[in-house]
């Protein structure tokens, strides 16, 4: 999406709140934005059972949008943390693109954890995203013993680590359970949707 973005700040994680019909937004991450081009990139998911991911399937090259400016209230990122745990599904890969550059330009570890419906299952790849590991979307992630045994546990060094859990609801409280039953690393959870639940 280009446009004239020339005064608009941006953090990680940025969202916008795109009015998708005359009674409803939907929130979008901004996932790049190119200064040169002013260009504004998002990943959405098309799951066509709600009117954002129809609205978004329905745009086309030329189309003009007049937009929310981004919401950058949320501090997703605080360089303070040596190493950062991120998890989420197709909704979550703007947040994990947003992300990206800063953890490499400031050398934190990170690990980016997906699970993702068996047909996206390639897409971090093609993002060009590192340090990815992805599961299958078929229910791991609402079982806390499975979670327990994630190759990320256990963990180094934990107090120096933040796990950003966003996604689908029951996915990301599940996750957070194990990490707080299991160590004292920062948690923060911002559950994306939720299963049957329009908008959020
Ligand atoms: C801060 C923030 C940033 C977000 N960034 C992105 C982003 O960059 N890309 C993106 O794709 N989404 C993103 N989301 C999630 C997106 O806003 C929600 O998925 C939203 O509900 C989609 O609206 P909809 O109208 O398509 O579906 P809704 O009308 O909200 O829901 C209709 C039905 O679809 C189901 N549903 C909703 N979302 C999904 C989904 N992702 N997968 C499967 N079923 C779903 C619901 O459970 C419901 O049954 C973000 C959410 C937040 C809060």
């Known amino acids: 999406m280009s446009g004239v973005f020339d005064k608009v700040k941006l953090t990680v994680g940025a969202y ?7 009674t409803e937004v939907r929130r979008y ?3 790049n934005f190119d200064k040169e081009t002013q ?6 998911h098309l799951h066509g059972k709600g009117c954002g991911a129809d609205y978004m399937n329905a ?3 030329g189309d ?6 981004p919401s950058t209230m949320i501090k997703y990122y605080d360089s303070s943390f040596q190493q950062y745990i991120i998890f989420g599904d197709e909704s979550s890969l703007g947040l994990a693109q947003s992300f990206a550059p ?3 330009q400031n050398k934190h570890i990170f690990q980016f954890i997906f699970e993702l419906d068996e047909e996206n299952l390639k897409i971090p790849e093609i993002l060009g995203l590192e340090s990815v590991i992805v599961y299958p979307k078929t229910g791991l992630f609402k079982n806390e013993d ?4 994630l190759p990320v546990f256990p963990l180094q060094n934990e107090a120096h680590i933040k796990f950003i859990l966003t996604g689908n ?7 957070r359970k194990v990490i707080k039953d299991t160590t004292k690393s920062k948690v923060y959870l911002h559950g994306y949707w939720l299963e049957g639940k329009k908008g959020l």
């Open 59 to 61: 745009l086309q090259p």
């Open 64 to 69: 003009v949008l007049s937009l929310n400016k």
């Open 29 to 31: 991450t901004v996932s």
């Open 39 to 44: 260009s504004m990139e998002f990943i959405v």
């Open 169 to 175: 609801v029951k996915s990301a409280q599940t996750f």
């Open 102 to 104: 800063v953890l490499k």
């Open 146 to 149: 499975w979670i327990k045994q």
């Open 16 to 22: 916008i709140d795109f009015r998708v019909t005359e």
